[in-house]
């Protein structure tokens, strides 16, 4: 049954951070540079203090920072106490709920201007501490003692999903070559550089120390050599994985009668789901991610569209399977047709169905909590021709955005549309 | 500005676990028992089928259970999934929060049935572990390097209150002594015994011993006694502060439409509101706490009613001195007669302004993401002539429920209201 919101809701700014790695900055320094981003972007100017609520998206500054309570705070960094400030806490998929219960709270009423944030801060911790952070998305009482972490959860969907299907591994390489070729364009990508940059560059290396100098072809053979790709959990290597990333997004909402005091250019929000699921080891299949076709589902009705009416997407890539997956949860493609979807080009940004436009989470960096709410920076910018080097041509219309908890016990789906 | 809420809100059903320490139980295990107990409360039946949202209170299971992304495991755990499952972290307000959200999006319109949760499991860490996980509320950066714990806090603020009022520091032992005979009459409370019991008691053991019985006149003469209550920070002693608790709460709302399909007596929320605000140093008073106030008068004004319409409230007495300003912050008392009124019996069971009939943290215990949804039990229960012993008298219309986290940086106010 499809629902109607009280009132519509629309987005008139945004801002990030650049993603990467700080040891100089708290994430609440972060996010102030993604709030100040934001008070730039908003066309026709606004006063912080008409901020009525903050909906904050953050995976675990408990651990990573030693900081709970951390909406408050970051709320008070930027000026806009005594606004109604709430962290929300859905693993990988935070910031994307933050933005829904953004979006509940304007429809509800009771509010007209509300902040969206998401922050995280991972790199302060050592590499086996954050295994041990990230692997809290888990079941702690069934999956972990169970040997599995994240790698490994995707490998394993991976690995049916290549079984079920017959899908040719290689599939995988070529999504993390589009969203390095992606990110190559975006100033905020934590790594902005393409794969085929990343080969030169050991290249010129080994040629500078007087090494031998490896004789890859092309980037499919780099990324087949475990000397510079080396495999984590079969049949994903490191450059399947996105990475471990300092970063804020910020993201402005108003009352749709609101939008046009804001913004010359608002986008609406006229799709909007969220579902859970029980573990991994609970599902019938493992090459599908339920939650996410269901949150697409509940978004689609709600915006009265179809999945091939979707212009481009940013989803969530936090592994190269999980892209695949998504295009085909989310109606792109039929199930099965992913891995060849992607194979053939039809995600890159000239292609039928543009998706990480932005690079990604695999090349844009995936500051957990940040990660849902920087989708929706890409989709402002490619709607208003700021997107630079990486625009899509031609009318664009409507975007979706895909922000996965876990292994999709938390799926959240939104459908962004210009309406001028 | 009033606002109005879109669509109205009731509460059909109310579920608590015990209160208490659980060292065999996790909090999923102590959610299931609060949510049999709310199936068993909803007036005309339900099935759990038809919970589209899940809404859960939890402030730092990362910490207490190293399980973050809670939410839709419990959901999963009590077999709701795929019900959108939302976990809501504001420290001791987290599970005040979480019925705010819940009630905001029913209001918005996308959802009509929805599950209020709120869960602590804290005592499976030793002490000095849950003191650090307690100061993950604070400040990590400001107020805990200061050398700055809870105690340490609420003394200073009720140091400050006992100075600008020359209030008598016997008001605190009486807002004890008065929660604990309530919580005496609360079979779910963790303490359930009063004041003069725990004295007596510690009389009783001593004859047996042989040793000298202790000549206690009265609670007040035990509680003054050091070597009964030591002191923890001055002037809070041990009897002045919650306990560190397990346990579990669950509310199940529904749109006003819906409210007689499920119950014969729905409760209404009526109104609700929420502030936030910086550390405990940046305020300009330390006897006041501006963000309940500020919280208040919007659930005042979203209900129009004026505090005296209040016929007995819930307030967040993590320590005694909270409770005496949380009765001026909510306008049931001038500002500096709290503390007389808390002497006078004002805020007893048969007092003008009652306060804390389920015993209040202090006596029903504070397993701190359940405390703001075990607050909603309570009023429930008096509403519905169900509080047994404790039970209030004569008609009552509207009820209160006070939950903070920190020292203020959150607070959240709802007004429930019964109309038949």
């Known amino acids: 049954m499809a629902k109607k919101l009280s009132r519509?809701?629309?987005?008139?700014?945004?801002?990030?951070?650049?993603?990467?790695?700080?040891?100089?900055?708290?994430s609440r320094d972060l996010f102030v540079e993604a709030f100040q981003e934001l008070m730039q972007s908003v066309q026709k100017g606004f006063n912080p203090n008409d901020i009525e609520a903050f909906y904050m998206g953050n995976f675990t500054s408990d651990?990573?920072?030693?900081?709970?309570?951390l909406a408050p705070i970051v709320a008070n960094w930027v000026g806009i106490s005594p606004a109604a400030s709430t962290r929300i806490e859905d693993a990988c998929a935070s910031g994307g709920v933050a933005l829904r219960q953004a979006m509940l709270a304007i429809a509800s009423g009771d509010v007209d201007v509300v902040l969206v944030g998401g922050l995280e801060k991972m790199t302060d911790l050592p590499g086996a501490k954050v295994t041990d952070a990230l692997a809290l998305a888990a079941d702690s009482m069934f999956e972990i003692p169970a040997g599995f972490t994240?790698?490994?959860?995707?490998?394993?969907?991976?690995?049916?999903?290549?079984?079920?299907?017959?899908?040719?591994?290689?599939?995988?390489?070529?999504?993390?070559?589009?969203?390095?070729?992606?990110?190559?364009?975006?100033?905020?990508?934590q790594f902005n550089q393409t794969i085929r940059s990343v080969m030169t560059g050991k290249q010129k290396k080994a040629e500078?120390?007087?090494?031998?100098?490896?004789?890859?072809?092309?980037?499919?053979?780099?990324?087949?050599?475990?000397?510079?790709?080396?495999?984590?959990?079969?049949?994903?290597?490191?450059?399947?994985?996105?990475?471990?990333?300092?970063?804020?997004?910020a993201v402005l909402l108003v009352s749709e009668e609101l939008a046009d005091k804001f913004a010359d250019e608002p986008l609406f929000i006229v799709g909007s789901g969220q579902a859970s699921d029980g573990a991994l080891a609970e599902r019938a299949s493992l090459s599908e991610v339920p939650a996410a076709a269901l949150a697409s589902q509940q978004?689609?009705?709600?915006?009265?569209?179809?999945?091939?009416?979707?212009?481009?997407?940013?989803?969530?890539?936090?592994?190269?399977?999980?892209?695949?997956?998504?295009?085909?949860?989310?109606?792109?493609?039929?199930?099965g047709e992913g891995w060849r979807a992607a194979m053939e080009g039809r995600t890159a940004?000239?292609?039928?169905?543009?998706?990480?436009?932005?690079?990604?989470?695999?090349?844009?960096?995936?500051?957990v909590g940040a990660s849902g709410v920087g989708q929706v920076v890409e989709v402002w910018k490619q709607m208003h021709g700021l997107a630079g080097e990486r625009q899509l041509r031609g009318n664009l219309r409507y975007a979706l955005t895909h922000n996965v908890g876990g292994t999709g016990q938390t799926c959240v789906v939104h459908i962004f549309e210009k309406r001028n």
Chains 1, 2 share one sequence.
């Open 8 to 26: 519509g809701v629309a987005v008139v700014g945004v801002g990030m951070s650049k993603f990467g790695v700080f040891p100089e900055k708290t």
């Open 63 to 69: 651990y990573f920072e030693n900081q709970s309570h």
């Open 150 to 189: 994240f790698p490994g959860f995707y490998a394993a969907m991976a690995t049916a999903y290549i079984d079920k299907y017959q899908a040719d591994p290689d599939a995988l390489l070529r999504v993390g070559i589009k969203n390095h070729e992606n990110g190559a364009l975006n100033d905020k990508a």
């Open 208 to 249: 500078q120390k007087g090494l031998p100098i490896p004789d890859w072809q092309d980037e499919m053979a780099f990324l087949k050599d475990p000397k510079a790709n080396p495999m984590i959990a079969w049949p994903l290597r490191l450059f399947d994985c996105s990475p471990v990333s300092d970063g804020a997004a």
């Open 299 to 335: 978004a689609y009705e709600m915006a009265g569209i179809q999945p091939d009416d979707i212009d481009f997407a940013e989803v969530h890539d936090c592994f190269t399977i999980a892209e695949i997956m998504a295009s085909e949860d989310l109606g792109f493609f039929p199930r």
């Open 349 to 367: 940004r000239d292609g039928s169905h543009p998706i990480n436009t932005s690079g990604g989470l695999k090349s844009k960096g995936h500051p």
